[in-house]
């Protein structure tokens, strides 16, 4: 006798043996036992969930010669016949390959061909969304007013394709993916019948590789019982041609550690054993994924056992942030792999520039973090009315300033991460220290300013050439430019080139400053003996605002 493959060996018989559709099953058994029968039925869900499985078992029920309550006997002629597929009162279809107008006028002439006495005719119509629009109304009127003893069961992965004609004339049942839990005990017990050595954590990998679908479950386990008992983690990964959760958790501890040679490393690894680039891609996203689970809601992540703890170690080291831009990356050029011709050069690819692009965006967040702590500091003590920045104190080589107020502990754990020391006095005062920074110092570093600033960008530079330092006033540097250079100085109070000139100074000087940038007609040097003027200042902090925020979002208001 032929091999008979383990998915139709194991193939439920009754409405008890469907595993994991409990909420459907039931309703069936009730529809028996109160001979409420509808004419016609959708059972839609993904693949391998128990869809034509069903179907027949409640063709069996309907024709059954010595049923037994609702579920048939599996015993009798009729039972036997529909098992086999050769039963004349039932009709299996295939709407992929018989999905034309002409199937379906063959399918209402059979219709009206009366059946043998006290029998259904049951026409199981499986993946019924591939039919064609007209074969869909052909099909119309024979499922609304169907003859007597005539069971229509469509069947379909894809219910978003059946028109709504059609659905508002069947009753419909919604096929769940079957729980991990479920799959592994069923396997489990396929494993005891046959008397094979399967670890308990091989199954539990088998049933969360299915995805819900009990047959692809038995077909995996059929592949993998070809090897020697005892079969473990590592026998199901080479049937399945994977790597294995153990090599994705070495992939992201070097995206974890930025660390380009150490991912390289084990992918190239990866692919030296034979794997697919863009299986090693898809696993790691979906490994991504259950850390994502774990960090979000804490649940157990679906991984073997012994990698549990690993993964759940691994989602505390980072933020979320970055954990959605990988899954972001890694999504998006896992989709463009498929085209690629070689694919261990995109994936290779992909995983630096998943690293690359993290770090920029750690970079990016903690630079505006900082700058919008310092900027939030200083409009609080604008408000106030208390000095903005430090002043200068001819006397020592550092300089400190007192601002007057009381500052919460979240605002003095910011101003501490930003580098500036608080200390908390009974009369609220906090005091901010820098070095101190002279214009003059400026005016003579500025060629190397300017360099500083060529080698991040050179446009940035060109603009910044007709102008020139005039004025320090605790860390605003007002920049004049000449006479016709009005263009030039919108260019450098543009976001983008007034952050590049910030940092080029920030890394000169060791401290952050910010840009005022005038025309020379407009710049009126103070007098020291003036009591302090803060409108330059002022404008900084505005202009600043307006940058980071938008102009449209920014009032001005005395």
């Not at 869909?136 to 169907?146: G, H, I, R, V, Y």
């Not at 094979?196 to 199954?203: K, P």
């Not at 000139?501 to 060791?510: K, N, S, Y």
Request: charged share 25%; hydrophobic share 35%.
């Amino acid at each position: 006798m032929a091999y008979l493959a383990l998915y139709r060996e194991w193939r439920p018989k009754t409405f008890q043996s469907i595993v994991g559709q409990e909420h459907i099953t039931q309703t069936l058994m009730n529809a028996l036992k109160q001979n409420k029968i509808a004419h016609a039925y959708l059972f839609s869900g993904p693949r391998g969930t128990g869809k034509t499985t069903a179907a027949k078992i409640l063709a069996k029920a309907l024709n059954c010669e010595h049923r037994n309550g609702v579920e048939p006997c599996n015993q009798c002629s009729s039972c036997s016949s529909i098992d086999h597929g050769s039963a004349i009162e039932v009709f299996e279809i295939d709407a992929a390959s018989n999905r034309g107008i002409d199937e379906i006028r063959d399918l209402r002439e059979n219709i009206k061909l009366s059946s043998i006495k006290g029998k259904f005719k049951v026409y199981i119509i499986d993946e019924v969304h591939m039919l064609t629009t007209e074969a869909f109304n052909a099909l119309l009127k024979t499922l609304e007013e169907p003859p007597s003893q005539v069971v229509f069961i469509l069947a379909t992965t894809e219910v978003q394709k059946i028109p709504l004609t059609i659905l508002s004339r069947v009753q419909r049942f919604e096929f769940h993916r079957i729980s991990v839990e479920n799959i592994t005990k069923r396997l489990t017990v396929v494993c005891e019948s046959l008397g094979r050595q399967v670890q308990q954590s091989a199954l539990l990998v088998i049933a969360q590789k299915s995805e819900g679908g009990l047959r692809d479950a038995l077909s995996i386990l059929d592949q993998c019982l070809l090897q020697d008992d005892p079969i473990g983690v590592k026998e199901v990964y080479q049937v399945l041609g994977m790597v294995g959760e153990t090599f994705s958790s070495e992939l992201v501890d070097g995206l974890i550690a930025l660390d380009y040679g150490k991912s390289l490393e084990t992918l190239t690894g990866g692919i030296q054993q034979g794997r697919d680039p863009r299986q090693i891609i898809r696993e790691l996203l979906e490994y991504l994924r259950q850390m994502l689970l774990n960090l979000t809601t804490g649940v157990t992540p679906l991984v073997a056992p012994e990698i549990q703890e690993r993964l759940v170690e691994q989602s505390r080291k980072i933020p979320i942030s970055r954990l959605l831009h990988w899954i972001s990356l890694l999504m998006q050029g896992e989709g463009q792999l498929k085209y690629a011709s070689n694919a261990r050069l995109a994936a290779e690819l992909l995983i630096v520039q998943t690293i690359h692009e993290g770090q920029s965006v750690i970079n990016d967040q903690e630079e505006i973090v900082k700058r919008l702590t310092l900027l939030e500091l200083q409009l609080q003590n604008l408000v106030t009315g208390q000095d903005l920045l430090p002043r200068k104190n001819p006397s020592k080589n550092s300089a400190s300033a007192e601002y007057v107020g009381q500052e919460n502990n979240k605002n003095q754990a910011k101003t501490t991460d930003l580098g500036i020391e608080s200390n908390a006095s009974s009369e609220g005062k906090l005091t901010v220290k820098t070095e101190s920074l002279a214009i003059e110092t400026v005016q003579e570093r500025w060629n190397e300013i300017l360099d500083q600033v060529k080698r991040r960008k050179k446009s940035t530079q060109a603009f910044l050439l007709e102008g020139k330092p005039v004025y320090l006033e605790g860390n605003v540097l007002t920049i004049a430019f000449r006479q016709g250079c009005s263009f030039h100085k919108d260019k450098v109070n543009q976001q983008e080139n007034r952050q590049t000139i910030e940092e080029a100074l920030q890394q000169l000087f060791g401290i952050t400053i910010a840009l005022n940038n005038v025309m020379e007609n407009e710049f009126q040097k103070k007098d020291p003996s003036e009591p302090e003027n803060k409108e330059l200042e002022e404008q900084a902090l505005v202009d600043k605002a307006k940058d980071m925020f938008g102009e449209d979002l920014v009032t001005i208001r005395e």
